[in-house]
Nanobody, 116 residues
Framework: QVQLVESGGGLVQAGGSLRLSCAASGSIFSFKAMNWYRQAPGNQRELVAVITNDGSRIYADSVKGRFTISRDSAKNTVYLQMNSLEPEDTAVYSC??????????WGQGTQVTVSS
């Protein structure tokens, strides 16, 4: 069973930065892609960033130029560096992993709150 554990959330002022971490229980290269989603109360879940097995990166328009997804294969960890945070970025951020077999795994989520 794959386990994903997020960390790094918290409270930050607008304009500040946070780095989220997602530690996987196995090799991250065993996954087709790893993703960060977010969901704010009353809003639909939004796909924020993706990093594929071959290293390709995809970002939501709302975070392009501000967020960066990266990985450390030695630590089996994926990161989301979030800069120039805005109150609209406030949400629960969840890490997910997609397998080639169509399965996906989710972490428990971490709260990010950006104050104005």
């Amino acid at each position: 069973q794959v386990q994903l554990v997020e960390s790094g959330g918290g409270l930050v002022q607008a304009g500040g930065s946070l780095r989220l971490s997602c530690a996987a229980s196995g090799s991250i290269f065993s996954f087709k892609a790893m993703n960060w989603y977010r969901q704010a109360p009353g809003n639909q879940r939004e796909l924020v960033a993706v990093i594929t097995n071959d290293g390709s990166r995809i970002y939501a328009d709302s975070v392009k130029g501000r967020f960066t997804i990266s990985r450390d294969s030695a630590k089996n960890t994926v990161y989301l560096q979030m800069n120039s945070l805005e109150p609209e970025d406030t949400a629960v951020y969840s890490c997910t992993a997609d397998t080639s077999f169509g399965d996906d795994y989710w972490g428990q989520g971490t709260q990010v709150t950006v104050s104005s």
